[in-house]
T-cell receptor
Framework: AQSVTQLDSQVPVFEEAPVELRCNYS??????LFWYVQYPNQGLQLLLK??????LVESINGFEAEFNKSQTSFHLRKPSVHISDTAEYFCAVSDHPGRRALTFGSGTRLQVQP | DAGVIQSPRHEVTEMGQEVTLRCKPI?????LFWYRQTMMRGLELLIY????????DSGMPEDRFSAKMPNASFSTLKIQPSEPRDSAVYFC???????????FGDGTRLSIL
């Protein structure tokens, strides 16, 4: 069975500082990996995805994540955060091939302070 | 294109009442997922459909929960009878061909008193 671990429940950081949100997964088969962001009282929005190919994936708003198969990790990074990045971030995995549903981590609350 | 549409956005009802949550997926998407979000358990899958057929309902808590997808543009999640422990945010999501990213609705915040 799959599982996703997000070790940090909360990450406080000052504006314009770099940040890393950690995600580790376990699965016995190949996986697809995702990061979703959730703003208050809203649904989840896809931030970035790894399906195949380059292990470094980037989003349009400056986030990036690197798939590391040997360490079973998919950490999310941003070199300089903004106040508007304050949100809950979820790492998710789905088996490939296999079950289409996502297994989510417990989430990391990113709190950007001025 | 319109995103996933869920209704109602908020529902407050008394224990024992029937609750029906509704979802309209993105047109052309052939997978539909129902998730539940709580503080204690996080985000968990309840059930998902492919081409209107339920594929995996192993996450449905018990017989009080049922889900249907009568056509490609509509799904319902029913709870009967409802209990306070069913209070949560329920999300519907849809995707094309399953593996592609899932698109989420804004959720239904359900409170059972």
């Amino acid at each position: 069975a799959q599982s996703v671990t997000q070790l940090d429940s909360q990450v406080p950081v000052f504006e314009e500082a770099p940040v890393e949100l950690r995600c580790n997964y376990s699965s016995s088969v190949s996986v697809y990996l995702f990061w979703y962001v959730q703003y208050p009282n809203q649904g989840l929005q896809l931030l970035l995805k790894y399906l195949s190919g380059s292990t470094l994936v980037e989003s349009i708003n400056g986030f990036e994540a690197e798939f590391n198969k040997s360490q079973t990790s998919f950490h999310l990074r941003k070199p300089s955060v903004h106040i508007s990045d304050t949100a809950e971030y979820f790492c998710a995995v789905s088996d490939h091939p296999g079950r289409r549903a996502l297994t989510f981590g417990s989430g990391t609350r990113l709190q950007v302070q001025p | 294109d319109a995103g996933v549409i869920q209704s109602p956005r908020h529902e407050v009802t008394e224990m024992g009442q029937e609750v029906t949550l509704r979802c309209k997926p993105i047109s052309g998407h052939d997978y539909l997922f129902w998730y539940r979000q709580t503080m204690m358990r996080g985000l968990e899958l309840l059930i998902y459909f492919n081409n209107n057929v339920p594929i995996d309902d192993s996450g449905m808590p018990e017989d009080r929960f049922s889900a249907k997808m009568p056509n490609a543009s509509f799904s319902t999640l029913k709870i009967q009878p409802s209990e306070p422990r069913d209070s949560a945010v329920y999300f519907c999501a849809s995707s094309h061909q399953g593996y592609q990213p899932q698109h989420f609705g804004d959720g239904t915040r359900l409170s059972i008193l």
